[in-house]
Each structure stands twice: as structure tokens, then as C-alpha cells.
């Protein structure tokens, strides 16, 4: 699997959860996409984890700074 293609698959994923088009880019935060609040933020983590089908780590969860960690973090857990 490639960044590109876990991009694809998240952009599909945030286009679902805040039900509009949404493209993200690795320097994207929460600040960014209206609406990206605390429980937005657990629906997008479940997504993710049922997509990829892998789980974040507590530690990564609330380190996770940007979208660009959340790619390296799954394509890390999903090259295993």
C-alpha cells in the first residue's frame, strides 16, 4: 500500500463523516475541517481502524497532530 492510496481511502472516509468533499493533505489538522471536533475525531478513528483493518494505539491517538501522521502510522501497521 501506498501514502497515495491510504489518501484515497481517507479522503473517501472524512467525505462520508462530514458528508461533503473533502481532500486532505499531510499538514491538515483538525482546525482545518469544520466540524472536526472530539467526537468526530472517535468516528474518524473507528473508520479508519474498520478500513484499514488495524488499531491506533492510545499514545498515537492523542499524539496524532496532523493527517500526515495518521498515513505513516497505517501504511507502518498495515506493511506488518
Do not use: Q
Not at 55 to 68: D, H, L, R, Y
Request: net charge negative.
Amino acid at each position: 500500500m501506498t501514502a497515495e492510496n491510504v489518501y484515497v481511502e481517507l479522503n473517501s472516509i472524512f467525505t462520508d463523516i462530514f458528508d461533503e468533499d473533502i481532500t486532505l493533505f499531510p499538514e491538515t489538522t483538525a482546525k482545518d475541517i469544520d466540524g472536526w471536533d472530539s467526537l468526530e475525531h472517535i468516528n474518524i478513528i473507528h473508520a479508519v481502524e474498520k478500513r484499514f483493518k488495524m488499531k491506533f494505539k492510545m499514545g498515537e491517538i492523542s499524539t496524532m497532530k496532523c493527517v500526515g501522521e495518521m498515513v505513516e502510522i497505517i501504511l507502518a501497521r498495515t506493511a506488518l
